[in-house]
């Protein structure tokens, strides 16, 4: 199931820059306290290779939450700077990949989707 949601998660996320997650990281850690040095090379090296990586093979990309990793941190700055409920909750791959298409972002990027619904629907069902 998480496989069909894959293009849509990745249609969903396309405005994300790396910028709005260097944001949405700093405002749910900031415990971490980056310098700005910390921040110009996170920004411009490491979340623009993650994002490239997130929007061609978002299973490989997004954590479900279940580690403490800069993966799953990430995973949850994706979720806030998409406007998703709760960005720091632990999730399974499926309730990840409905968090993003279900987000404020993810709604006005995609729309309403007949094939979408439907397994939302079935989801919903089961």
Do not use: F, H
Request: include cysteine.
């Amino acid at each position: 199931m998480a496989l069909i949601l894959d293009p849509y998660m990745v249609r969903a996320m396309e405005r994300v820059t790396p910028d709005r997650l260097y944001e949405s990281l700093a405002r749910l850690y900031p415990d971490l306290d980056w310098d700005d040095s910390e921040q110009k090379e996170i920004s411009a090296s490491w979340l623009p290779k993650w994002l490239a990586k997130a929007r061609t093979r978002p299973g490989t990309a997004l954590s479900t939450g279940r580690r403490n990793s800069m993966s799953g941190m990430v995973t949850c700055a994706l979720l806030d700077a998409m406007g998703a409920p709760s960005p720091k909750t632990a999730r399974t791959r499926l309730d990840l990949a409905w968090a993003l298409l279900d987000s404020p972002e993810g709604r006005n990027v995609l729309g309403s989707l007949p094939e979408l619904e439907a397994e939302r629907q079935k989801r919903q069902g089961a």
